[in-house]
């Protein structure tokens, strides 16, 4: 087990130290995890500080958590990326432990704001890579896009979909805390596959991009 504990203070002092890539690259401060809501107070704490230095901030978040956790981020959050792992309940259970019932309710709230949001799909073999799934996943996109528009919310293009293509690089960290694991036998999909998903994705009319 590696990593540090830190206070707000400490974070601050390392984040200041970048502010000029931020200028140059028109960056900012992405809080990632793990899940940073399970810091809650932390995470707001440090999003208020980074909003009052002027910086440009986004949360990645897998939005399973109490909507007032996430609303009371909305002030001091300038982007959100959420994941969207699977649209059928007990195909997202089976592959995550829990529910997506509270996870897409959250979504659907999120989406009548104003905020940006990069949906972001893994791709993962006999889990959510079949035309089928990705098909269902972008036409819920679509509908939050429409969903927005009604609200009289943000353009079409604060909302988007990234599909992400399954890879190894987590199997060295399960090794390394001697736990199994269990997509070691998985292939990461072909670039031929991706390229298709990403373009049957984008015939629901929302902007999306593969990795």
């Avoid at 890879?167 to 001697?178: T, V």
């Avoid at 269990?182 to 991706?194: D, H, V």
């Avoid at 990403?198 to 593969?210: C, D, F, M, N």
Wanted: overall charge negative; proline content about 5%; hydrophobic content about 40%.
């Amino acid at each position: 087990m590696v990593g540090e504990e830190k206070t707000v203070d400490e974070v601050m002092d390392e984040v200041l130290r970048d502010c000029t890539f931020y200028e140059t690259s028109n960056g900012g401060v992405t809080l990632s995890g793990g899940e940073p809501l399970l810091q809650r107070e932390f995470t707001l704490e440090l999003l208020e500080r980074c909003r009052a230095e002027g910086l440009h901030t986004a949360v990645e978040t897998s939005a399973h958590c109490r909507w007032e956790s996430l609303a009371e981020l909305l002030p001091v959050t300038d982007m959100f990326l959420v994941d969207i792992k699977h649209m059928a309940e007990e195909k997202h259970r089976a592959a995550t432990g829990v529910s997506n019932n509270l996870i897409l309710e959250n979504i659907r709230r999120l989406a009548k704001t104003a905020k940006p949001i990069v949906f972001r799909t893994p791709i993962i073999p006999g889990v959510n890579d079949s035309p089928e799934d990705i098909a269902t996943i972008a036409g819920f996109v679509r509908e939050l896009t429409d969903l927005r528009a009604s609200a009289g919310e943000a353009p079409e293009a604060a909302l988007s979909l990234e599909l992400l293509a399954f890879h190894r690089l987590a199997g060295d960290k399960y090794r390394s805390l001697d736990m199994p694991y269990e997509a070691e036998g998985l292939e990461p999909p072909s670039k031929e596959q991706m390229i298709h998903l990403v373009e049957l994705a984008k015939s629901h009319g929302i902007p999306v991009r593969g990795r």
